[in-house]
């Protein structure tokens, strides 16, 4: 009775909720105080993907959900992005019948890396993607190393892990899991790679395991890349998905030497995000000419990228998640990269759309020298913490002629309307990505 209940009071509240625009989470919250197991009670399919990290989990589900389902499978998924035990009982439930078997072929599950062991303590996902472990709203999340530790409990023998294997930390979540359980991805060395860390810290400097001094062949971004500690042995593992070329710059990569693809969005995260979607689909039979032909030139439809107008400019809007050093390095390397004139606009007018803070300390984390290239002919630092950005770019080495500052986001929306013609960039949150929106004329 209780299920039942429970089943019910979730299907009437996310109803009511649709009607509203709301209700992805409150329906599963009173669903879980009428039965606290419920999760644990529904019939779910036999295929259960989940998908978590600091970045790139909500696209790379949008893009294995679209393979999937363009493969004959019914994929029940977390759209709205609402993943907190709360979003997914109320996914679950929404897409039950009454007698409490779930319909759809292939849960899947974007999950936040703080609660997963929340919710999957009722039901273990049968692949599990660690896509990459950064320093991600430090007020919250303390460490990535602490994030580590919070998903830990949430993996489970029988679960293949699908890892990246350029990150370090996220490697580790391998050990004392059974080898045949683990796939792994990653990509090649290439030209454009490094051999010094390029950023303001390095969260790859130390072992994870020994603490010992890590060493790298090469640096694909950030502390991503070949690695090795020579004090413990802990190293990159050999790849099962691998890009093996890439060419940002004209927007092809080729994964495993014998499938190319084309990418819509020519960012380094877009190419790990393809590649985990690649590889878990590759798990779940998927043949890959199928796969290439949804994956190719696949624009996201989560808002990440946005093109638009703005008077005579045409304009690149690029969410990089407040608190966020490494989504924001990696759209200010996507700018560095283009070579048309340009001007980019940063905007940071709400820090979180989950809690107060007035804490921004993480932007002296993000390396805004990647903006002092020749084509970047202006910087314009807009909205409620825009002194807090100015401070930041006084000691960058970005000339200070080139820096305008303002509040109000309108004011800058209007001037670039009325002056000029160069490609416009904007850098700013989802919190913030509307206010800037409101004012173009969206592709």
């Avoid at 989940?50 to 790379?60: L, Q, W």
Wanted: with cysteine; hydrophobic share 35%.
């Amino acid at each position: 009775m209780r299920l039942f209940l429970a089943i019910v009071v979730c299907k009437v509240l996310r109803f009511a909720g649709g009607l509203i625009g709301k209700g992805s989470s409150l329906p599963g919250q009173i669903a879980l105080k009428v039965c606290p197991n419920v999760l644990g009670r529904v019939k779910l399919p036999s295929r259960i993907i989940a998908v978590t990290g600091s970045n790139g989990k909500t696209s790379t589900v949008e893009m294995i959900a679209a393979i999937l389902s363009a493969s004959g499978k019914t994929v029940v998924y977390n759209k709205e992005g609402s993943n907190q035990i709360e979003g997914v009982a109320t996914l679950i439930l929404s897409n039950c019948s009454l007698g409490g078997k779930m319909r759809g072929d292939v849960l899947l599950l974007e999950s936040d890396e703080r609660y997963a062991r929340h919710t999957f303590q009722f039901f273990h996902p049968t692949h599990f993607v660690i896509t990459n472990l950064y320093r991600d709203q430090l007020t919250r999340n303390g460490h990535p190393e602490w994030v580590f530790d919070a998903i830990k409990p949430a993996i489970f023998p029988e679960t293949t892990l699908v890892l990246n294997a350029d990150d370090p930390l996220v490697s580790c979540f391998a050990r004392d899991h059974e080898p045949d359980k683990v796939k792994w991805f990653g990509l090649d060395e290439r030209s454009a790679d490094t051999r010094e860390h390029q950023g303001v810290y390095h969260d790859g400097l130390r072992c994870p395991v020994c603490k010992g001094r890590m060493e790298y062949s090469c640096y694909h971004y950030a502390h991503i890349g070949h690695y090795s500690c020579p004090s413990c042995g802990h190293q990159r593992h050999e790849t099962d998905f691998t890009v093996t070329a890439l060419d940002l710059k004209g927007g092809k990569l080729t994964i495993n030497g014998e499938t190319e693809i084309s990418l819509a969005f020519k960012s380094i995260y877009n190419v790990y995000n393809i590649l985990a979607a690649w590889s878990v689909c590759s798990l779940a039979g998927v043949d890959k000419a199928a796969m290439a032909g949804i994956i190719n030139n696949y624009m996201l439809k989560n808002g990440r990228m946005v093109t638009f107008r703005l008077g005579s400019h045409k304009g690149t809007l690029l969410t990089s998640k407040h608190e966020n050093s490494v989504a924001y390095d990696t759209n200010l390397g996507y700018i560095a990269d283009t070579d048309k004139p340009c001007t980019v606009l940063v905007i940071v007018d709400a820090i979180s759309r989950k809690y107060f803070t007035g804490e921004t300390s993480w932007l002296w984390d993000i390396d805004f020298d990647r903006l002092n290239c020749g084509h970047v002919q202006k910087v314009m630092l807009y909205g409620k913490y825009c002194n807090d950005l100015a401070v930041r770019f006084k000691y960058s080495h970005i000339p200070a002629d080139k820096i305008e500052v303002g509040e109000d986001i309108r004011t800058a929306a209007d001037f670039l309307k009325e002056n000029g013609d160069e490609d416009v960039y904007v850098v700013t949150c989802f919190s913030d990505r509307d206010k800037i929106l409101a004012h173009v004329e969206r592709d």
